[in-house]
Structure formats: structure tokens, C-alpha cells
């Protein structure tokens, strides 16, 4: 049972590349979020889906794509990475958007220069 | 606007030592509040997860309070190991006008076991 895992787990992008951070759980869970962690602040919800083919924004979705084909994957797309989005990425999993407890992934540090 | 506030930002204590973080917030209307652990360069992991009718809840050396009525949270660490070297982050969790369930984090405290 590996849990969440996310790759890759660092990436250096040049202002304006696109690029897709991978996300995978292999609990069965409905639940998964993305996440970031800039310094000084909280996590931020950047979306969420309650199941496959649903999905719903957090609090700051702009400038990020999700997409929920499976149970198991959640990509994270960033269609024209900004420096503002310089920051370590957590995937998060749970087994509905009402249970406690959620599992974090390693994270992704994305630096975007 | 609903806030997690913890203190204090970082602290340093020595191995065996006891010692406690506390965690204020502004979150309503309150469903739980939960305690995680953050490694360097790891995701959170859960420590203990409280419900307004719980105010205290243990987890190994860890012992988590909550006083609903005053909006604070505090995590007691006992007999400190330097595996206990890691960001200590309090999450909030509301209930949203459209009735799901939403989480608002502290900033962290950050504990340094020293030998």
C-alpha cells in the first residue's frame, strides 16, 4: 500500500512552460486535493474532487487545471507558469470529503524561474 | 474572516524536555480541529483529530486539548525525541453556507529537539 504519492518530487520551469504534477492513491479514496505550501502562510486549497469526473476549486485555483478520470489519479496541470507559483505542492486523499482524516502526499517543490 | 493562529513560531528545547504549542482561532462555525505533524521536505501526518465535544486526546507522547470556548487548542509533548524535530501545524475545520466541510491551517510552530 504505497498511500499518495506524487511525482516529480522537484521542478525547475522557465516562465510561460506548462506542465502536469502527478498525483496517485491507491486507498480507493473519493476525496483528493491539491494543495500548496508557501512560506509564512497556511496550505491553500487549490482544488478539489469529491469522485471521478468531479471536480471543484478551493481557494486559489488560478492558473491551475485539474481533471478526475480515475479514482486513483489527480493531475495537477499549470498551463503558463508564473514565478508567483513558486511553491511545494501536497496531494492530499481521503476517503470522503466528510472523514477526518486525510493523508498527504511527499509534495513537489515547483521553482519557476 | 475565519484564522488559525499558532505560537509560537518556532521553539528549541533540549531532548527529554517537555513542552507545549498552542493554536487560537477565529473558525466558525467549528466542526473539528486536527493536529498535524510536517517532517522537512514531507507531507502532514495526522496527530490527533478533536470534535467539539472532545477537549482532550492523546496520541502516544502527544496530548491534545481544546477549549471550544475560548477558541484554543494546545499540544503538550512529553519526554521530547529528536525524531520530534519537525513543523507543527493546527487545522481548523468549518462548515461552509453550502454546507460542506472546509479547513482552514495554522502557519505552524516550528520544534527543534536538540541533544
Known amino acids: 500500500n504505497a498511500g499518495v504519492t506524487q511525482t516529480p518530487k522537484f521542478q525547475v520551469l522557465k516562465t510561460g512552460q506548462s506542465m502536469t504534477l502527478q498525483c496517485a492513491q491507491d486507498m480507493n479514496h473519493e476525496y483528493m486535493s491539491w494543495y500548496r505550501q508557501d512560506p509564512g502562510m497556511g496550505l491553500r486549497l487549490i482544488h478539489y474532487s469529491v469522485g471521478a469526473g468531479i471536480t471543484d476549486q478551493g481557494e486559489v485555483p488560478n492558473g491551475y487545471n485539474v481533471s478526475r478520470s480515475t479514482t486513483e489519479d489527480f493531475p495537477l496541470r499549470l498551463l503558463s507558469a508564473a514565478p508567483s507559483q513558486t511553491s511545494v505542492y501536497f496531494c492530499?486523499?481521503?476517503?470522503?470529503?466528510?472523514?477526518?482524516?486525510?493523508?498527504f502526499g511527499p509534495g513537489t517543490r515547483l521553482t519557476v524561474t | 474572516k475565519n484564522q488559525v493562529e499558532q505560537s509560537p513560531q518556532s521553539l528549541i528545547i533540549l531532548e527529554g524536555k517537555n513542552c507545549t504549542l498552542q493554536c487560537n482561532y477565529t473558525v466558525s462555525p467549528f466542526s473539528n480541529l486536527r493536529w498535524y505533524k510536517q517532517d522537512t521536505g514531507r507531507g502532514p501526518v495526522s496527530l490527533t483529530i478533536m470534535t467539539f465535544s472532545e477537549n482532550t486526546k492523546s496520541n502516544g507522547r502527544y496530548t491534545a486539548t481544546l477549549d471550544a470556548d475560548t477558541k484554543q487548542s494546545s499540544l503538550h509533548i512529553t519526554a521530547s525525541q529528536l525524531s520530534d524535530s519537525a513543523s507543527y501545524i493546527c487545522?481548523?475545520?468549518?462548515?461552509?453556507?453550502?454546507?460542506?466541510?472546509?479547513?482552514?491551517f495554522g502557519t505552524g510552530t516550528r520544534l527543534t529537539i536538540i541533544p
Open positions: 492530499a486523499s481521503s476517503p470522503n470529503q466528510a472523514a477526518y482524516e486525510q493523508y
Open positions: 487545522v481548523v475545520s468549518f462548515i461552509s453556507n453550502f454546507g460542506n466541510e472546509k479547513l482552514t
